[in-house]
């Protein structure tokens, strides 16, 4: 079974800082991982996805993330947090190809950015 | 630019009454799905559709239905309004799996509160 974990519900950091928020995984494929953003009363959009090729994912708005195989992670990170940063963040993990239910999502992430 | 609409963005409605939630998108997605959104939850799988006319039950189906009478539109049912029904819907669609995994394309949200 597919099943991903947020490690934070809730990350703190001042402005220009680096942002870190944490992922973990677990799943019988090799997977899809996805992060999404979602601004306040917004819908979800989509940050970053691994499919299997660079390990390393490079998305919009500075954030990029890590596929680690050996620690079954898939850490977001940003260098300098802006203050439009603040939002909730979801690490989504696919479900193997050929199914239609193909997303299991993280409970999400809370990240505020502080002046 | 791409979009899911859902048709209304915020609902208010009784105990008791039947409530229609409406989704179009304009991507020719054959995939189609519905979600609540609570928070500490995050994002919960009620229904999803492969196919018009085709529809599976996700992780808590119980007091929805759901309807896909044409590709483009995926409406979503409560039969009877109940206040623990109260939360964030959210609409997306995808391609299907076996053309690559993109990820979803979402709306913006209908906060329905059962009052």
């Known amino acids: 079974a597919q099943s991903v974990t947020q490690l934070d519900s809730h990350v703190s950091v001042s402005e220009g800082t680096p942002v870190l928020l944490r992922c973990n995984y677990s799943?019988?494929?090799?997977?899809?991982l996805f992060w999404y953003v979602q601004h306040p009363n917004k819908g979800l959009q989509l940050l970053l996805k691994?499919?299997?090729?660079?390990?390393l994912v490079k998305g919009i708005n500075g954030f990029e993330a890590e596929f680690k195989k050996s620690e079954t992670s898939f850490h977001l990170t940003k260098p300098s947090a802006h203050m439009s940063d603040a939002a909730e963040y979801f690490c989504?993990?696919?479900?193997?190809?050929?199914?239609?239910?193909?997303?299991?999502f993280g409970s999400g992430t809370q990240l505020t950015v502080l002046p | 630019d791409v979009k899911v609409t859902q048709s209304s963005r915020y609902l208010v409605k009784r105990t008791g009454e039947k409530v229609f939630l409406e989704c179009v998108q304009d991507?020719?997605?054959?995939?189609m799905f519905w979600y609540r959104q609570d928070p500490g939850l995050g994002l919960r799988l009620i229904y999803f559709?492969?196919?018009?006319?085709?529809?599976e039950k996700g992780d808590i189906p119980e007091g929805y239905s759901v309807s896909r009478e044409k590709k483009e539109r995926f409406s979503l049912i409560l039969e009877s309004a109940s206040t623990n029904q109260t939360s964030m819907y959210l609409c997306?669609?995808?391609?299907?799996?076996?053309?690559?995994?993109?990820?979803?394309?979402f709306g913006s949200g209908t906060r329905l509160t059962v009052v």
């Open positions: 997306a669609s995808s391609l299907r799996a076996a053309r690559g995994n993109y990820g979803y394309t």
């Open positions: 799943s019988s494929y090799s997977p899809s």
């Open positions: 691994y499919t299997s090729a660079a390990t």
């Open positions: 989504v993990v696919s479900f193997p190809s050929g199914s239609a239910r193909q997303l299991t």
């Open positions: 991507m020719d997605h054959e995939n």
């Open positions: 559709s492969y196919d018009v006319k085709m529809k």
